[in-house]
């Protein structure tokens, strides 16, 4: 092993903290209007601090707890349907190679690169004439778009890794079909679904055009109440929002932080 | 039951949702913005679209936005991997702060940049407080400006964490071997990136680019947010089309969306051609 230079180390850990002040910098002036009381140029920081715009992004008035049920409903609905359709699909294309397969893993591909507003405008003619737009299940819908591509490449990563011979072994001694999922398979990929899940969660919890264009203005979802605030200049409460929005990205990960050690590229599909 | 069978069991529900809502939308979109009523198919459309002085200013800025972006990120991300992949100081930091941005929506970020750059944001106050400028007009216009340089810091901000990401985890699944087979034979340090860990780190860079670009070129909320008002960026222009008063302009709007899309298609050929290559 070559050892570096004094320099290089000096350049290195100069990088270093660059790269973790530019990565939490956008965050912060976040979390100070939130808890400031007019901020006005040039101050650096608040003359005064207050609670205000927690207050009223936590009443009832402002929309934004409303907003709040609204967007976790539509990603746990949205996560479910995923993971009911995604887990024996990303078993197939985990386990087995078959005549097209790389066709349906190119269309399975395809949702996560196309972006979302040249499907949302296409889909919001079809949704028109079928009465689901401005609806809460309209939007579910439309973000399986983009989740259930991820649950179901998520779970093919987890089936490849996976043994089905153990599966046999239960046949053989006499399990029934159900038993076999309910005892041998569930628990062997029980932790993959549940790590694609929460992410799959927050794929779905960060949409934004997906459900401006079905949602029609009519399901607001958290992104949309922020982005609104942000744009009529109500900084502070875009603070305070932006907070909240951020909170179960922090929550998964500190949950999942055992498995993305083994696995960094796991939490790249979200983005 | 044959195997076969039991396969196409297993992926039918899911093909069939994708299928319909994904590839139905994109059919529909084209099929509506060829669709000229009485007259049946026709170009109209498109025609007016490259007429409209407003198209190609847009298309060329967004253009500009997802290459410059996806550079900088491909870049930086690179460089980023390489700081967290050796065993310095603050690996911890950079890994869990990657994972962080990974989850933070679009939405946040580009408001973040906006309170960060805009003429009377921190850095203007900072260079206030420093004596650099006096009213915020002094300061540069880095957010609503025509070269989308606030974008272009999102984007960057969002990218590098994901392209970082991914490449990391391919230097990880690559080990240290290669390279130190070259240092030990006399290679330097920047030869043994180069000619011996660039190329094996190609294709998952270039993957992890293709996204980047389909994502810059087609995101709505960001430009929304720290876009100039003229030229607009193509997906915003698209959706304002889309809801002008005048019904008629809709498919203009969906003659855009079918660009994007295409574009985005050369995207996710691109990045089948890399992962090929990954194997």
């Given at each position: 092993m070559i050892r570096d230079p004094w320099w290089f180390r000096a350049l290195r850990g100069f990088a270093a903290g660059a790269l973790i002040l530019w990565l939490i910098l956008p965050l912060v002036p976040l979390v100070i209007w939130s808890f400031a009381r007019g901020w006005r140029?040039?101050?650096?920081?608040?003359q005064n601090w207050s609670l205000q715009a927690w207050e009223v992004a936590l009443s009832?008035?402002?929309g934004v707890l409303e907003s709040l049920w609204v967007t976790g409903l539509i990603a746990v609905l949205a996560t479910a349907l995923a993971v009911l359709i995604g887990v024996p699909a990303g078993r197939a294309l985990g386990l087995h190679r078959f005549p097209g397969k790389a066709a349906v893993e190119a269309l399975i591909l395809a949702p996560l690169i196309v972006p979302g507003i040249a499907v949302a405008l296409g889909l919001h003619a079809v949704f028109l004439d079928l009465g689901l737009t401005n609806t809460l299940a309209g939007v579910v819908l439309v973000h399986l778009i983009p989740t259930l591509p991820y649950m179901i490449l998520v779970m093919a990563g987890i089936f490849a890794n996976y043994d089905p011979e153990i599966e046999e072994q239960a046949r053989s001694l006499g399990a029934s079909p159900l038993a076999i999922f309910r005892f041998v398979t569930l628990p062997a990929v029980l932790p993959g679904i549940v790590v694609g899940a929460l992410f799959a969660f927050l794929v779905s919890w960060s949409q934004y055009v997906l459900t401006l264009v079905i949602g029609g203005g009519r399901v607001l979802t958290l992104p949309l109440v922020l982005f609104n605030f942000a744009t009529s200049g109500r900084n502070d409460i875009a603070g305070a929002i932006s907070i909240l929005y951020v909170a179960p990205g922090l929550v998964v990960l500190i949950l999942t932080s055992r498995h993305l050690a083994a696995r960094p590229a796991f939490a790249a599909g979200v983005r | 039951m044959t195997q076969n069978l039991r396969i196409a069991l297993m992926l039918a529900p899911a093909v069939l949702v994708i299928g319909l809502l994904f590839g139905g939308a994109l059919v529909v979109a084209l099929l509506r913005s060829l669709d000229t009523g009485d007259a049946g198919f026709s170009l109209a459309a498109y025609a007016r679209v490259l007429a409209n002085p407003d198209f190609l200013p847009s298309f060329a800025l967004t253009f500009h936005i997802a290459f410059t972006s996806t550079i900088l990120s491909a870049a930086f991300g690179v460089g980023a991997a390489l700081l967290i992949r050796?065993?310095?100081?603050g690996r911890g930091a950079m890994t869990f702060l990657f994972q962080l941005n990974l989850t933070v929506p679009h939405v946040v970020g580009a408001i973040g940049m906006l309170y960060l750059f805009s003429q009377s944001g921190s850095f203007a106050r900072l260079g206030h407080a420093i004596g650099l400028?006096?009213?915020?007009?002094?300061?540069?216009?880095?957010?609503?400006?025509p070269h989308a340089i606030g974008i272009i810091l999102h984007y960057v901000w969002k990218e590098v964490p994901f392209i970082g990401t991914v490449v990391l985890a391919q230097m990880q699944a690559i080990g240290p071997d290669h390279e130190a087979s070259a240092r030990s034979l006399g290679a330097s340090r920047w030869q043994a990136f180069r000619h011996v860990l660039l190329p094996l780190i190609l294709p998952g860079l270039l993957g992890a680019s293709a996204i980047s670009f389909a994502f810059a070129f087609g995101a709505y909320e960001i430009p929304a947010i720290?876009?100039?008002?003229?030229?607009?960026?193509l997906p915003v222009l698209a959706w304002r089309s889309y809801t002008a008063t005048d019904l008629a302009t809709r498919p203009d709007a969906l003659a855009m969306t079918v660009v994007i899309a295409l574009l985005s298609g050369l995207m996710l050929g691109a990045y089948l051609r890399a992962a090929r290559r990954r194997g």
């Open positions: 140029y040039p101050d650096l920081l608040p009832g008035r402002s | 050796g065993s310095g100081a400028i006096e009213r915020p007009a002094d300061f540069p216009a880095l957010v609503f400006d720290l876009g100039a008002s003229h030229p607009q960026a």
